[in-house]
C-alpha cells in the first residue's frame, strides 16, 4: 500500500469560491501590532470560516514589507494536516532571517483539497492584511499541489500578487492531469488486468490492492515488464527513480522499467487507482475521458519509445497488436460537469500578469516535467511568456529541491522583482550560488542543468478567458 511519507507534498488541485474568514485569538491579538522587530521570530495562528487554519510567521529583525504565502501539497485523507507556511525549515529561516513574512494555510480538506485550497489562502492573506497591513509586496510559493494552487492564486487572483514561484506545480492542469493518468490505466486495464476499475471506482481499497497485485505479478514476467513499461510511456514516466542516484543510462532499459515499477507501486498506483474515488465524488462524476484518442499517435511522441520498443522486442511481444488492442477497446466517456467541475478546479489560461519562476525536477514520475511544456505553451500562447522563466534541476524524486535550490531560485524572482528584468545565470552560477549557501542547505549536491521538457501527451488550456459568475477568469470548455 501507499506510504503517507512518500506523499507528503503531492500537488493536484486548486479551487475558485470566496469564503468568509473569521480570525482566531492569535491574530486578533496581534491586531495593531507591527510584523516583526521584537528580536525574535513571532508567531499568530488562527481559523478560517471554513474551519482551515492559518499560521503566520514574522521576522526576528524588521519587516522589509513582503510577504511569501506558501501553499502545501498533498495530504493523504485522514493524515494530520496543520498549516504550515514553508516548504521546509531551511528555506523559512533563510527567507525570515531576509525579513520577510511567512504565511500558509491547511486547506479546509485533505486529499483533493480543491474546493477549499484557493479561498482558503486568499482568506489567510486577507487575515494578515488584518493583521499587519497590506504588504508592498506578496509572493505566491508552493510545490507539487501547492505548486498549482500557486499558479491558480495568480491567474485568478492577480491583483492580490507580485510575482510567483510554482515548484514541480501540476501546470498541466487538473484536466489533463486526470486524462493522462486514465492513458495510463486504461493501457495497464486493458492488456495487464481487465479487473481493476478505472473510473467509476466502487470500492478505491480493494481497486487498489487489485491493482498493486498485478503490477506485481507482471513485473515479474518479461511480458508483464514490456506492458508496465508501455503503460508508463503514454504519461512519459521517468525511467529514473531513486533521488541521488545516478540516471540509469539511456540504454539501460531494464533499470529504466524497474524505476518506473517503483513510481507505479510507490507513488503514482494510490492516485491512479485510488485517490482517483475522491475526484469524482468531488466532481460529481468522472471528469476523464479518451474518446478520439489514437494511442499510436501517443506512444510516438513519448520521451520512453525506445524503451517501450526494446522491451517488447526482448519479450517478444508485437507492439503494434497492443496498441490496436489499445485502440479498439471501448472507449470511456467523461461526465461534461465534471469536466467543468475540474477546469474550473483548476486548468490554465496562459493570463499571468506577473514575474512567475517555475521549478522542476528532471526525474519527477509523479508529475513530470511535460508539465512545465504545457503551462509555457499556454503562457506563450496568450503573449505573456515574457513574465515566465523555468528553472531545472538533474534529479530524480518529485519535488526533490534541496533547500540550497529552492533558496537560489527563489533569490532569481527576487532578482527579477527588485530590477523589472529577468537574469537568469547559467546552470553553473546558480549551482556555485546554492553552494555558497553551505552544506546544511545542500543536502544533496546542487544540480541545476538545462533542459527542454518534452511535449505534454494530452494538454488542455482553457480558451481566452470571461469571467465565472462570482469572480474568477477561468473558463472550462467540456468536450
Given at each position: 500500500m501507499v506510504n503517507s511519507r512518500k506523499l507528503a507534498g503531492i500537488a493536484i488541485a486548486a479551487g475558485l469560491t470566496l469564503a468568509g474568514f473569521m480570525a482566531g485569538p492569535a491574530a486578533a491579538n496581534a491586531a495593531g501590532t507591527p510584523c516583526?522587530?521584537?528580536?525574535?521570530?513571532?508567531?499568530?495562528?488562527?481559523?478560517?470560516?471554513?474551519?482551515?487554519?492559518?499560521?503566520?510567521?514574522?521576522?526576528?529583525?524588521a519587516w522589509n514589507g513582503s510577504l511569501f504565502l506558501y501553499s502545501h501539497g498533498y495530504v493523504v485523507p485522514g493524515s494530520s494536516n496543520p498549516a504550515t507556511d514553508t516548504s521546509d525549515s531551511q528555506t523559512g529561516d533563510w527567507l525570515l532571517s531576509q525579513g520577510y513574512a511567512l504565511a500558509g494555510s491547511s486547506y479546509a480538506m485533505t486529499?483533493?483539497?480543491?474546493?477549499?485550497?484557493?479561498?482558503?489562502q486568499i482568506n489567510t492573506l486577507n487575515a494578515f492584511e488584518g493583521a499587519y497591513g497590506k504588504p508592498k509586496q506578496t509572493i505566491a510559493w508552493g510545490d507539487s499541489l501547492g505548486g498549482m494552487i500557486t499558479a491558480g492564486l495568480i491567474q485568478d487572483y492577480p491583483g492580490r500578487f507580485s510575482g510567483a514561484v510554482p515548484m514541480c506545480g501540476v501546470l498541466s492542469g487538473g484536466v489533463a492531469t486526470w486524462n493522462t493518468a486514465l492513458d495510463a490505466a486504461f493501457a495497464f486495464q486493458q492488456l495487464i488486468d481487465p479487473k481493476i476499475e478505472v473510473v467509476n471506482i466502487n470500492d478505491d481499497t480493494i481497486n487498489l490492492a487489485e491493482a498493486e497485485t498485478a503490477l506485481a505479478e507482471a513485473q515479474a514476467t518479461p511480458q508483464g515488464r514490456a506492458r508496465i513499461a508501455l503503460a508508463a510511456a503514454l504519461g512519459d514516466?521517468?525511467?529514473?527513480?531513486t533521488t541521488g542516484a545516478a540516471e540509469p543510462a539511456p540504454t539501460d532499459y531494464a533499470d529504466q522499467e524497474q524505476a518506473q515499477?517503483?513510481?507505479?507501486?510507490?507513488?503514482?498506483?494510490?492516485?491512479?487507482?485510488?485517490?482517483?474515488?475522491?475526484?469524482?465524488?468531488l466532481a460529481g462524476g468522472n471528469p476523464?475521458?479518451?474518446?478520439?484518442?489514437?494511442?499510436?499517435?501517443?506512444i510516438a511522441k513519448s520521451t520512453d519509445l525506445t524503451?517501450?520498443?526494446?522491451?517488447?522486442?526482448?519479450?517478444g511481444l508485437n507492439l503494434n497488436a497492443d496498441l490496436r488492442t489499445l485502440n479498439d477497446a471501448p472507449r470511456i466517456s467523461a461526465d461534461p460537469s465534471a469536466v467543468a467541475y475540474l477546469a474550473k478546479n483548476v486548468a490554465y489560461d496562459g493570463e499571468i500578469s506577473v514575474p512567475t519562476l517555475t521549478v522542476h525536477t528532471t526525474g519527477d514520475g509523479l508529475v513530470v516535467p511535460e508539465n512545465e511544456q504545457a503551462y509555457r505553451s499556454v503562457v506563450d500562447r496568450?503573449?505573456?511568456?515574457?513574465?515566465?522563466?523555468?528553472?531545472?534541476?538533474?534529479?530524480?524524486?518529485?519535488?526533490?529541491?534541496?533547500?540550497?535550490?529552492?533558496?537560489?531560485?527563489?533569490?532569481?524572482?527576487?532578482?527579477?522583482?527588485?530590477?523589472?528584468?529577468w537574469n537568469i545565470p547559467d546552470p553553473a552560477t546558480l549551482n556555485d550560488q546554492a553552494a555558497a549557501l553551505g552544506a546544511a542547505d545542500n543536502t544533496l549536491p546542487p544540480a541545476f542543468t538545462r533542459y527542454s521538457p518534452a511535449q505534454y501527451l494530452r494538454p488542455y488550456d482553457l480558451p481566452p478567458v470571461f469571467p465565472f459568475p462570482g469572480g474568477g477568469t477561468s473558463a472550462p470548455v467540456v468536450p
Amino acid at each position: 500500500m501507499v506510504n503517507s511519507r512518500k506523499l507528503a507534498g503531492i500537488a493536484i488541485a486548486a479551487g475558485l469560491t470566496l469564503a468568509g474568514f473569521m480570525a482566531g485569538p492569535a491574530a486578533a491579538n496581534a491586531a495593531g501590532t507591527p510584523c516583526g522587530g521584537t528580536g525574535s521570530v513571532t508567531t499568530a495562528t488562527g481559523t478560517l470560516g471554513d474551519g482551515a487554519t492559518y499560521l503566520i510567521q514574522c521576522p526576528a529583525g524588521a519587516w522589509n514589507g513582503s510577504l511569501f504565502l506558501y501553499s502545501h501539497g498533498y495530504v493523504v485523507p485522514g493524515s494530520s494536516n496543520p498549516a504550515t507556511d514553508t516548504s521546509d525549515s531551511q528555506t523559512g529561516d533563510w527567507l525570515l532571517s531576509q525579513g520577510y513574512a511567512l504565511a500558509g494555510s491547511s486547506y479546509a480538506m485533505t486529499g483533493w483539497a480543491v474546493a477549499s485550497a484557493l479561498p482558503d489562502q486568499i482568506n489567510t492573506l486577507n487575515a494578515f492584511e488584518g493583521a499587519y497591513g497590506k504588504p508592498k509586496q506578496t509572493i505566491a510559493w508552493g510545490d507539487s499541489l501547492g505548486g498549482m494552487i500557486t499558479a491558480g492564486l495568480i491567474q485568478d487572483y492577480p491583483g492580490r500578487f507580485s510575482g510567483a514561484v510554482p515548484m514541480c506545480g501540476v501546470l498541466s492542469g487538473g484536466v489533463a492531469t486526470w486524462n493522462t493518468a486514465l492513458d495510463a490505466a486504461f493501457a495497464f486495464q486493458q492488456l495487464i488486468d481487465p479487473k481493476i476499475e478505472v473510473v467509476n471506482i466502487n470500492d478505491d481499497t480493494i481497486n487498489l490492492a487489485e491493482a498493486e497485485t498485478a503490477l506485481a505479478e507482471a513485473q515479474a514476467t518479461p511480458q508483464g515488464r514490456a506492458r508496465i513499461a508501455l503503460a508508463a510511456a503514454l504519461g512519459d514516466t521517468p525511467g529514473w527513480y531513486t533521488t541521488g542516484a545516478a540516471e540509469p543510462a539511456p540504454t539501460d532499459y531494464a533499470d529504466q522499467e524497474q524505476a518506473q515499477f517503483e513510481w507505479d507501486s510507490q507513488v503514482d498506483f494510490p492516485f491512479i487507482f485510488d485517490f482517483r474515488a475522491q475526484l469524482e465524488s468531488l466532481a460529481g462524476g468522472n471528469p476523464s475521458w479518451n474518446t478520439g484518442v489514437n494511442y499510436f499517435q501517443d506512444i510516438a511522441k513519448s520521451t520512453d519509445l525506445t524503451e517501450v520498443k526494446a522491451l517488447y522486442q526482448t519479450a517478444g511481444l508485437n507492439l503494434n497488436a497492443d496498441l490496436r488492442t489499445l485502440n479498439d477497446a471501448p472507449r470511456i466517456s467523461a461526465d461534461p460537469s465534471a469536466v467543468a467541475y475540474l477546469a474550473k478546479n483548476v486548468a490554465y489560461d496562459g493570463e499571468i500578469s506577473v514575474p512567475t519562476l517555475t521549478v522542476h525536477t528532471t526525474g519527477d514520475g509523479l508529475v513530470v516535467p511535460e508539465n512545465e511544456q504545457a503551462y509555457r505553451s499556454v503562457v506563450d500562447r496568450d503573449g505573456r511568456g515574457y513574465l515566465l522563466q523555468q528553472l531545472f534541476v538533474d534529479r530524480a524524486g518529485h519535488c526533490a529541491f534541496t533547500p540550497a535550490e529552492e533558496i537560489t531560485s527563489i533569490q532569481v524572482l527576487l532578482n527579477r522583482l527588485a530590477t523589472g528584468q529577468w537574469n537568469i545565470p547559467d546552470p553553473a552560477t546558480l549551482n556555485d550560488q546554492a553552494a555558497a549557501l553551505g552544506a546544511a542547505d545542500n543536502t544533496l549536491p546542487p544540480a541545476f542543468t538545462r533542459y527542454s521538457p518534452a511535449q505534454y501527451l494530452r494538454p488542455y488550456d482553457l480558451p481566452p478567458v470571461f469571467p465565472f459568475p462570482g469572480g474568477g477568469t477561468s473558463a472550462p470548455v467540456v468536450p
